[in-house]
T-cell receptor, first 112, second 117 residues
Framework: DAGVIQSPRHEVTEMGQEVTLRCKPI?????LFWYRQTMMRGLELLIY????????DSGMPEDRFSAKMPNASFSTLKIQPSEPRDSAVYFC??????????FGPGTRLTVL | GENVEQHPSTLSVQEGDSAVIKCTYS??????FPWYKQELGKRPQLIID?????GEKKDQRIAVTLNKTAKHFSLHITETQPEDSAVYFC????????????????FGKGTKLSVKP
């Protein structure tokens, strides 16, 4: 298995632009998580899904952030419009039930 | 909700010495406590975990202890090596395997461990 796959690995955009981050979880996993990591705030959970259904989105910073999981093998995190303070590394993670949680390689987002 | 505090934020040791990182949690219902290692520029990776039905678990040079009464757990690394240098995160969750809103990990802020040769 290739593990959790994220794209793009790096994204540089200008303030006000729309950004879409993509994630493919490990096949068969029923939980999918989106995290944001910064030096100041550490590793923050933004939202997580169970069987493609959003369970807890209380970590989503504001309405500019949205996440979808249209099927078991794909999820997106969208920021519209983006702002410089959104610059961070965004990780996707997945797991099966109560088993080990695996992280993807992350997307480093820079908003100028 | 759950809150996880992690100390110290930075730790520097000499190669061969031991390193200890401590975490406390607030929700007595938490029953699963993993530790993740994140090397510079890479993803967090699970190195060891413990469930609330045991007090200690070892894996070679790494051990984790859990004190449910005091609601704290610790990571112990013995005979440290330069390749142990990384950021270590503790986490806590409850209801593992049962899904629902109790299934997410709450992470500590991380400890940057530096092992000097």
């Amino acid at each position: 298995d290739a593990g959790v796959i994220q794209s793009p690995r790096h994204e540089v955009t200008e303030m006000g632009q729309e950004v879409t981050l993509r994630c493919k979880p490990i096949s068969g996993h029923d939980y999918l998580f989106w995290y944001r990591q910064t030096m100041m705030r550490g590793l923050e959970l933004l939202i997580y899904f169970n069987n493609n259904v959003p369970i807890d989105d209380s970590g989503m910073p504001e309405d500019r952030f949205s996440a979808k999981m249209p099927n078991a093998s794909f999820s997106t995190l969208k920021i519209q419009p983006s702002e410089p303070r959104d610059s961070a590394v965004y990780f996707c993670a997945s797991r099966l039930g109560g088993s080990e949680q695996f992280f993807g390689p992350g997307t480093r987002l820079t908003v100028l | 909700g759950e809150n996880v505090e992690q100390h110290p934020s930075t730790l520097s040791v000499q190669e061969g010495d031991s390193a200890v990182i401590k975490c406390t949690y607030s929700d007595s219902a938490s029953n699963y406590f993993p530790w993740y290692k994140q090397e510079l520029g890479k993803r967090p990776q699970l190195i060891i975990d413990i469930r609330s039905n045991v007090g200690e678990k070892k894996d070679q040079r790494i051990a984790v202890t859990l004190n449910k009464t005091a609601k704290h757990f610790s990571l112990h690394i013995t005979e440290t090596q330069p390749e142990d240098s990384a950021v270590y995160f503790c986490a806590a969750s409850k209801g593992r395997g049962y899904g629902g809103s109790q299934g997410n990990l709450i992470f500590g802020k991380g400890t940057k461990l530096s092992v000097k040769p």
